[in-house]
């Protein structure tokens, strides 16, 4: 069971992230709704407003897209919520990697609550044609908090196996 600050660092985290998030939105449409494109550097990194009525890499379900998705991304952070509640204590880096994750779900899905536009994706990455999809603030914790989240996994089953070993050698 996770100690009142390790639950506090997921709650924390995933209310920075949201809003981060929220902010970063609110600033890009403000500014970049009346304009194609701002070079940040160069090609290479634009900002650029688009709504994503679907999911990643603009994944759509038909008309009921944005509530698959909406509802999806509720139960993914009431899982996350959960998951953070039964860590074991002292595993900080999964509380962080967990509110990351719950922050960015968090924050996408505020976009799909509020306008049936879709999500506020704005950074635009590549290199002429060859462009990632556009993707927001949400989207890089969700990415960098599944990538830390897959990374605590595997130390905890490390962990447990060397103390398998251990107890049977």
């Known amino acids: 069971m996770p100690s009142a600050g390790e639950r506090r660092l997921f709650v924390g985290t995933a209310l920075v992230v949201l809003l981060l998030d929220a902010v970063t939105k609110l600033v890009a449409e403000a500014y970049l709704l009346r304009t194609t494109g701002v070079a940040v550097v160069g090609d290479w990194f634009q900002l650029r407003l688009v709504y994503n009525p679907g999911a990643a890499f603009g994944l759509h379900l038909g008309p009921y897209s944005r509530w698959?998705?909406?509802?999806?991304?509720?139960?993914?952070?009431v899982l996350l919520t959960r998951m953070?509640?039964?860590?074991?204590?002292?595993?900080?880096?999964?509380?962080?990697?967990?509110?990351?994750?719950?922050?960015?779900?968090?924050?996408?899905?505020?976009?799909?609550?509020?306008?049936?536009r879709g999500v506020v994706d704005f950074l635009?990455?590549?290199?002429?044609?060859?462009?990632?999809?556009?993707?927001?603030?949400?989207?890089?914790?969700?990415?960098?908090?599944?990538?830390?989240?897959?990374?605590?996994?595997?130390?905890?089953?490390?962990r447990q196996a060397r103390h398998e070993a251990a107890s049977a050698g």
């Open 124 to 158: 635009d990455v590549g290199v002429g044609a060859l462009r990632w999809p556009t993707f927001n603030v949400a989207d890089i914790a969700v990415s960098c908090g599944a990538v830390a989240l897959a990374i605590s996994l595997w130390l905890e089953d490390s």
């Open 68 to 77: 698959i998705f909406l509802s999806l991304a509720l139960g993914a952070v």
């Open 84 to 116: 953070s509640a039964t860590t074991p204590a002292g595993d900080r880096f999964r509380q962080l990697a967990l509110g990351l994750v719950a922050g960015g779900a968090a924050g996408n899905l505020m976009d799909r609550i509020r306008s049936a």
